[in-house]
């Protein structure tokens, strides 16, 4: 066996600190799977949605909250922990996991999608990104060994290759091209410099839209002994066929590759289906808690706009059958009410209840994987959405 395919098996090594295992796989054309994903801080059953706690907060929920929506893992980011309060006080005061109070597994992304998307007079050389912070203005420098120390000291279950993505429409092939080449020379220094035995290191594979870059990403990453994979630089501004198109070239190369797939950043129900069915097991985004936060609550029928003053006298819970904390105690009406006097407490029972939503779903879909019916699902949930009846209201 040659290094690289030793290196490459970590995945299902036991000696590291995350491990994965396909348990159950679709029939048909569908590339959708099960597996359970093994960290230190407990199991976590795939396809996962993990909810964003951006600042060491999923924001108006407390970990009791979190627990009962059922995350198993849950996402926070690296460029706000390192701007503020800062990852060596985060570490220090214990660790993240500490910090905020919870004892299920955490991922922390790479900051490369928040240098890009949030910083300010951000300029990238080759050693790493300089920009300024979107907070306060002050100048700061993110290189790929800075930011595998910061998310050493915040000590998440799994950290992430600092990255170079790039806009794919807003970006000329060239550009695409040079930045993936720059975050493939980006994920070897931050293997070189990852040495936290008891975390996780995943990379993440670029190249925009362009099926060629793609795949030379792809093959550079599959033969690196990362954990797992994400895959960067789409759930933008991309149509869900070329999100299609990418993932067609993507999860084909690595087939008989045994780590976990993550898409990073996907989040509306469809959009998680469609991704799945390609064979994508992780997911993340804010959409569900910032969506609820807007009065709009999911429901199998579509969506509800809680501002509607035809809910302000609805006796009947947002979602009937619903475990969630909102639709077991309290009533459409007086969710209306909360939303319209900015009662803090709207935004908890909102994202509550889209969290569980989007939870269950994924539930749903590996029962559906599990037992041979996913192919079923699929076909009924396109066809409502092409009706425009229940799902595809949520998934736009
Ligand atoms: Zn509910």
């Not at 159950?24 to 909810?51: C, E, N, Y």
């Not at 706690?53 to 407390?62: M, P």
């Amino acid at each position: 066996m040659t290094a690289t395919i030793q290196d490459a098996a970590r995945g299902t090594d036991t000696r590291r600190p995350v491990r994965f295992t396909v348990t159950s796989a679709s029939v048909g054309d569908s590339r959708a799977r099960t597996g359970i994903l093994d960290t230190p801080h407990g199991r976590v059953d795939t396809p996962v949605f993990m909810p964003v706690g951006t600042n060491a907060t999923v924001k108006a929920l407390d970990p009791d909250d979190i627990r009962e929506v059922g995350a198993r893992i849950i996402l926070s980011n690296t460029y706000h922990l390192a701007l503020r309060p800062g990852h060596e006080r985060i570490r220090d005061l214990g660790g993240l996991h500490a910090f905020m109070g919870w004892d299920r597994a955490i991922l922390t992304d790479s900051g490369g999608f928040q240098v890009v998307s949030l910083a300010q007079q951000r300029s990238i050389d080759e050693d790493g990104a300089t920009f300024r912070s979107h907070l306060d203005g002050s100048l700061q420098r993110f290189t790929p060994e800075h930011a595998i120390a910061v998310q050493e000291a915040l000590g998440a279950d799994i950290a992430v290759c600092f990255d170079h993505p790039v806009p794919p429409h807003a970006s000329a092939r060239s550009e695409v091209a040079d930045a993936t080449e720059r975050t493939h020379r980006w994920a070897d220094r931050c293997l070189a410099a990852h040495t936290r035995p008891d975390q996780a290191l995943f990379g993440i594979i670029q190249g925009g839209l362009e099926a060629d870059l793609r795949m030379a990403s792809t093959a550079f990453f599959a033969s690196r002994p990362f954990d797992g994979l994400c895959i960067g630089g789409l759930a933008g501004d991309e149509t869900p066929e070329q999100r299609r198109a990418v993932l067609d070239v993507v999860v084909p190369m690595l087939v008989d590759d045994p780590r976990p797939r993550y898409l990073m950043g996907l989040g509306s129900p469809m959009d998680l289906l469609d991704a799945v069915d390609a064979g994508v097991d992780m997911f993340d985004s804010v959409l569900p808690a910032r969506v609820a936060r807007n009065a709009t609550l999911w429901v199998p029928g579509g969506k509800l706009n809680l501002r509607n003053a035809r809910f302000l006298d609805d006796p009947r819970p947002v979602q009937e059958g619903c475990r969630c904390r909102l639709c077991r105690s309290f009533s459409r009406a007086y969710l209306a009410h909360l939303f319209r006097a900015n009662e803090l407490l709207a935004y908890r029972l909102a994202t509550c209840h889209n969290l569980t939503f989007t939870l269950d779903f994924m539930a749903r879909i590996r029962s559906a994987i599990a037992d041979g019916t996913f192919p079923q699902l699929t076909r009924d949930l396109r066809a409502q959405a092409a009706s425009r009846s229940p799902i595809d209201v949520v998934g736009s």
